[in-house]
């Protein structure tokens, strides 16, 4: 039987690969459309071509909009 304080329970976080470096690093942005992954660093060093507004980012992928956390 789960408890309260089992559900509440957060998700290890796993390593993920980055698309742009290839670098395993412990959180990407990921595209909710097609898992397109950038890290924190490559995405401030592409900030330019990803954002036109800074409050979302544009997959380079798929085209989609993805939010940055910050609405």
Request: one cysteine or more.
């Amino acid at each position: 039987m789960t408890t309260h304080a089992d559900r509440r329970r957060r998700r290890r976080a796993r390593p993920t690969v980055c698309h742009c470096c290839r670098g395993t690093v412990p959180f990407c942005w990921a595209c909710r459309q097609c898992g397109f992954a950038i890290c924190q660093a490559c995405m401030e060093e592409n900030f330019w071509g990803l954002s036109c507004n800074g409050i979302t980012w544009v997959c380079p992928d798929c085209g989609a909009s993805n939010g940055l956390g910050n609405q």
